[in-house]
């Protein structure tokens, strides 16, 4: 008789209780090549970069080139790695005692888990009130026009996008369903909105 055995994976609550990317896995191993004291500056300039963009990537190569040891270490990696754990961390509202317990169980060594937990602790609110800003939101829609097309039956939106200018051509059918769409999002918003 045969057995299957299940691949068994982990959930972590600093990625949104999902799996952490191969890639992160990776890179953990990159950033516990690092001093904590280095880590902890780099961590402090992505942090800076994501409240500010873009991230100084002068500033970060500095911090690499003052030491050969840490020469052969891929700075780009390194910064994508922390720019992901510190997002994450924050977007999906994990606390900084599972953020660390999690660190800990993707092997980076605790003096550079407690670097990262400083700088969580330190920027948090400011890092929160930056995603706030920028959810949901894309190229503003800055004029529209509306118009039929008797001779093959659509309606046509003309769209002023991010100074740009965008048409599309809709169907009835599409028509309707978009509009169905529209007003169950609309539904939706007030019902959060009476919520909170």
Not at 119 to 132: H, R, V, Y
Request: aromatic share 4%; charged share 25%; glycine share 4%.
């Amino acid at each position: 008789m045969r057995q299957v055995h299940d691949q068994v994976t982990m959930k972590f609550r600093f990625c949104g209780d999902a799996d952490c990317p191969d890639w992160v896995l990776v890179e953990i191993n990159t950033l516990s090549r690092l001093s904590s004291v280095k880590l902890k500056l780099l961590g402090q300039v992505v942090a800076q970069g994501i409240i500010n963009p873009p991230i100084d990537m002068e500033k970060a190569e500095k911090l690499f080139s003052e030491s050969k040891l840490d020469a052969d270490i891929d700075l780009k990696a390194c910064v994508a790695c922390l720019s992901y754990i510190i997002t994450s961390t924050v977007r999906f509202n994990c606390d900084s005692s599972a953020l660390q317990s999690e660190l800990q169980q993707l092997g980076l060594p605790r003096e550079h888990i407690t670097s990262i937990k400083r700088i969580i602790d330190d920027q948090s609110a400011n890092l929160a009130a930056k995603f706030k800003t920028s959810s949901l939101r894309v190229n503003p829609l800055e004029n529209f026009t509306t118009r039929v097309d008797e001779d093959v039956n659509c309606a046509v939106l003309d769209l002023g996008v991010g100074g740009e200018k965008k048409t599309v051509t809709l169907t009835p059918f599409t028509l309707n369903v978009l509009l169905e769409n529209l007003k169950g999002v609309r539904k939706t918003m007030a019902e959060l909105n009476e919520a909170s």
